[in-house]
């Protein structure tokens, strides 16, 4: 056995342990094994087999996976930038307070908000057409935006730009992180020239 396999297990289970607050007895039965096995291995007296290490190691992952869940929510809500991550529906998860200023919205909080029926029938006609190109299947790699919003109140139409990109969850969702920015008038017309409309859609296919 080298020293670095010797050291790997026992550093893996004992930190999975305390992180999560099991003991090893408790390790134990999730691992279908008994609680002198879990000892040794964490002593490095003894290694798991081939399979033991496959299912320890998808524990761990499994773990680590649902912690960047959460970090990507904390990363979103305490952006310094205007940012949101939407779930299927187009429907706001989390945000940052900029966003709330940057699109000069009316109301403080947009959690649980959808986009649908919110920014007016442009952004709405935009937003379709974006979850229809697969945002939410996990097809899209990429995605940029142009949007007018509120354009029926007069000397409220506000241009933004939005980037796009999508985040696998552990429950195998997809949310997508969003980017916005506001930007002129000239600079969307500009935009919607270059894009060949409104959007420019990246498939995983085309990257």
């Not at 109301?107 to 029938?121: C, K, Q, W």
Request: charged share 25%; glycine share 8%; with cysteine.
């Amino acid at each position: 056995m080298t020293g670095s396999a010797r050291d790997y297990w026992p550093t893996l289970l004992k930190s999975y342990r305390v992180r999560h607050g099991l003991s090893q007895a408790v390790l134990s039965s999730h691992l279908g094994v008994d609680q002198t096995t879990v000892s040794r291995w964490e002593r490095g007296l003894d290694t798991p087999g081939v399979r033991m290490r496959r299912r320890i190691r998808d524990l761990a992952r499994g773990s680590q996976a649902a912690r960047q869940d959460q970090a990507i929510r904390m990363r979103v809500r305490n952006a310094l930038w205007p940012s949101s991550l939407m779930g299927k529906g187009a429907v706001f998860l989390e945000a940052s307070r900029a966003v709330v200023t940057e699109a000069q919205l009316s109301v403080p909080e947009i959690r649980g908000m959808s986009v649908y029926g919110s920014f007016g029938d442009q952004t709405d006609a935009v937003t379709e057409r974006w979850e229809e190109a697969g945002i939410f299947r996990g097809d899209l790699a990429l995605a940029m935006t142009v949007n007018v919003l509120n354009p029926t109140l007069p000397g409220q139409t506000i241009y933004i730009q939005t980037l796009d990109t999508p985040h696998f969850t552990i429950d195998g969702e997809v949310w997508c992180v969003c980017e916005i920015k506001r930007i002129d008038e000239a600079r969307y017309h500009s935009l919607v020239r270059d894009f060949g409309g409104n959007s420019l859609l990246v498939p995983f296919d085309a990257v």
